[in-house]
């Protein structure tokens, strides 16, 4: 097994090609231009490429030797409708269209890892190099799999990285078990009668209303669910009225919920449902609910994970995580039909820490080469050019000997 691996060669491209997407971001499912040079880079290096997967999608695939095992890795391409404020040479030329969560780094990083590939074939199996659109908030993951990603392009394992400003540059890290939320967001709207503020007594309040449940509903994490769970729930925007004298007829008011478990997503939910309830035949308003769970919580196989960690002691500062992130990601969907892992690969600098979503925000070029070099990592060791011993064997056998699954150590 290559235990060097060789990419120096290739970063000055790669930098080059990861600016260029920086400067012409695309937003979800408008990633036209990005999976077109994403295609042609795939070509050039000779892979099989379909295009148009969940829309924008791009699969590479590049099959050597004759094993019939396989491995999806994973990138997505899209911005975000952000102001960039970096104040880069290579900045946003598309005004409120920003890079600001790294993914033209994830696409330059899987891009070098299928160059890399293609050149040294150092594994036997079918490599599926998966460029997905619309991550921001848009399922762009669910998608391709909706239009047949696994059954087109079966993969054992799948694997996706995420670039992580909160860990230092060549720090890797993943966990068994949970590592990103379940997302819900909900829209609540409360609707009173209107009229005038001097004669609050002939209308419900829907203002009066909107606080009750805001205060209602930061009383549900604290109260209704067991300390030992965990989430998150946050209301994040209130709006009604216009004017100093007079009583809204509505106000609406939208939010968050973040968790880890599906029974207590369940039972927030309701929580959430029961409250709105009481709050208006309290208030005499009439409030309506739309409730939403857009991503499932992104849930690790203990054995992809504990593969990952073994495998990037070779390429980087391995590190378990302690604890899952309260954001939220599309891969989710990839690791209910596939077995496999969401790995950080930190990027943080001794400057200023800047954080995902942030304007200022921009992915670090010093970290390619590690991305690069555990995506190759990864396959080289999960499809095995020799049936000899990988970290993977290692793993399965040590957790068969010891009777427990990786996680359980
Ligand atoms: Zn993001
Ligand atoms: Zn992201």
Redesign the pocket.
Known sequence: MNQDIEIEDLLEDLVTFRRDIHANPELAYKEVKTAEKVADSLREIGLDVTTGVGKTGVVGSLKVGNSSRSIGLRADMDA?PIVEETGLPYASCHHGVFH??GHDGHTTMLLGAARHLARTRNFDGTVHFIFQPA??GEAGAKAMIDDGLFERFPCDRVYAFHNWPDLPAGTISTRCGPIMAAADKFSIQVKGKGGHAAVPHQTPDAILAASELVSQLNTIVSRRISPTSTAVLSVTQISGGNSHNVLPSSVSLTGTVRTFDPHVQDLIEAAVRQVITGVSVATGTQISIDYQRYYPATINASVAAEHALMVAKRVGNAVEAPEPAFTSEDFAFMLQACEGAYVWVGQGTSGEHIP??HPGYDFNDGIIATGVKLHVALVEDFLPSNSGSTQENDLIDHAKQQNVSCCQR
Request: include cysteine; aromatic fraction near 0%.
């Open positions: 975000l600001g969560c991550e921001e995902l979503h």
